[in-house]
C-alpha cells in the first residue's frame, strides 16, 4: 500500500529537549517537504527536499533541523531553540520538480511538557 | 505579507446547496493552483488544481474557476454533502523557472454543511 508515514501521531516533548519527528514515503517521490499548522492558520514551510543528501530552508526554519540520506525517508529535528514548538506537523511529498501535486502524511501532534 | 488570501474563516451551506469558497493571490506569477481538505488531525487531501492556462477545471462535484485578471479562484462544490465539512485550503505555485517547488497556502476555510 503506497502512501506517506509520519510517526507518532502524539509526541510530548518536555523544556531543552531535542525530538526528531519520523516520515516515510514509498511512493518512489524526488522532494518531500515538513510543514506546521498552528490554530487559525495556513501551512507554513519548515524544510524541504528535492533530492537525496540535499535540502533548503523554508519560511520558518529556525529551531528545526532536517536531514534526507534516504530518498524515502526525511527526518525533523524540534531542537530546544525553537521556543514554541507545540503544533501539529505535516509531511508531503511530490514525485518532481514539475508542478505536481504534494501529497500529505496523516501528521504528527507535538506538545510541550 | 500574504500572498494567498482565503478571507471568510468559516462558511455554513445547507446540504444539497452549492457551497462556494474562495480565494485571492496577490503574486501575479503563480501559475498553479491547488484546493486541498483537511479534517481535523489528518493530513490534507488533494481535491483538485488548475494551471493558468485554463480559466475552469471539473471534477465530478468540484469545479475550480480562475480569473486571472482579478487573482481569484473559487471552488465550487455541487450538490454539498454532510461528509464536505472540512477545512479547505487553496495554494499556489511558481512556473518551474522560478522555484515551483514550494507551494504558498492559505489560512484556511472551514466549511460546515448544515443537514
Known amino acids: 500500500d503506497g502512501g506517506i508515514t509520519q510517526s507518532p501521531k502524539y509526541l510530548f516533548r518536555k523544556e531543552g529537549q531535542n525530538v526528531t519527528l519520523s516520515c516515510e514515503q514509498n511512493l518512489n517521490h524526488d522532494a518531500m517537504y515538513w510543514y506546521r499548522q498552528d490554530p487559525g492558520q495556513g501551512l507554513r514551510l519548515i ?5 537525496v543528501n540535499d535540502f533548503q530552508k523554508g519560511d520558518i526554519a529556525e529551531g528545526y533541523s532536517v536531514s ?3 530518498k524515502e ?5 524540534v531542537t530546544s531553540a525553537q521556543k514554541n514548538p507545540t503544533a501539529f506537523y505535516l509531511c508531503a511529498s511530490k514525485e518532481s520538480r514539475k508542478q505536481e501535486t504534494q501529497y500529505f502524511g496523516p501528521g504528527t501532534r507535538l506538545l510541550v511538557l | 505579507d500574504q500572498q494567498v488570501k482565503q478571507n471568510s474563516p468559516s462558511l455554513s451551506v445547507q446540504e444539497g446547496r452549492i457551497s462556494i469558497l474562495n480565494c485571492d493571490y496577490t503574486n501575479s506569477m503563480f501559475d498553479y493552483f491547488l484546493w486541498y481538505k483537511k479534517y481535523p488531525a489528518e493530513g ?8 493558468s492556462i485554463k480559466d475552469k477545471n471539473e471534477d465530478g462535484r468540484f469545479t475550480v474557476f480562475l480569473n486571472k485578471s482579478a487573482k481569484h479562484l473559487s471552488l465550487h462544490i455541487v450538490p454539498s454533502q454532510p461528509g464536505d465539512s472540512a477545512v479547505y485550503f487553496c495554494a499556489a505555485s511558481l512556473p518551474s523557472n522560478f522555484g515551483n ?3 504558498t497556502f492559505g489560512t484556511g476555510t472551514r466549511l460546515t454543511i448544515i443537514p
Do not use: V
Request: overall charge positive; aromatic content about 16%.
Open chain 1, 68 to 70: 534526507r540520506e534516504k
Open chain 1, 73 to 77: 525517508s526525511f527526518p525533523l529535528t
Open chain 2, 101 to 103: 517547488e514550494k507551494l
Open chain 1, 47 to 51: 524544510y524541504y527536499s528535492q533530492i
Open chain 2, 44 to 51: 490534507p487531501t488533494f481535491l483538485i488544481s488548475i494551471s
